[in-house]
């Protein structure tokens, strides 16, 4: 993938990569266990729970690209804007926003189903 050239770019291309609905379901499940994590480390002073932020983070999302979507994750070009864009996408779920951002970037149910048939 050749470097998108700002985060405007970046963000629905992020959502392409994510057309399958197993896909974000992955990403969801890891930056909800990081987010844990963080408090639970930060709350108990148990400072080596850290460690589990960017494992249970990273863990689910690669998983997800490499057996469902089976593409690359966009962490290996873009670090800061795939994580700026997983809990982005995470709050977009969360609100109700995100079927409207999956329409602009162009994944529609016909083009998620698409997806999941592809494989």
């Not at 970046?10 to 994510?18: G, Q």
């Not at 002073?45 to 593409?71: C, D, K």
């Not at 162009?106 to 698409?114: K, M």
Request: charged share 15%.
């Amino acid at each position: 993938m050749a470097r998108l050239a700002n985060y405007t770019e970046f963000w629905p291309h992020y959502l392409r990569e994510h057309a399958r609905p197993a896909t974000r379901t992955y990403h969801y499940i890891g930056s909800v266990i990081a987010i844990g994590a963080l408090i639970f480390a930060l709350a108990t002073q148990t400072w080596w729970a850290l460690i589990l932020v960017p494992v249970s983070g990273y863990f689910f999302a690669w998983m997800s690209h490499a057996f469902v979507e089976r593409n690359k994750p966009a962490t290996f070009t873009h670090p800061l804007w795939s994580l700026i864009s997983d809990y982005r996408m995470l709050w977009c779920a969360i609100t109700g926003t995100l079927p409207e951002e999956l329409k602009k970037a162009g994944v529609t149910p016909s083009a998620e189903a698409e997806a999941t048939h592809s494989s």
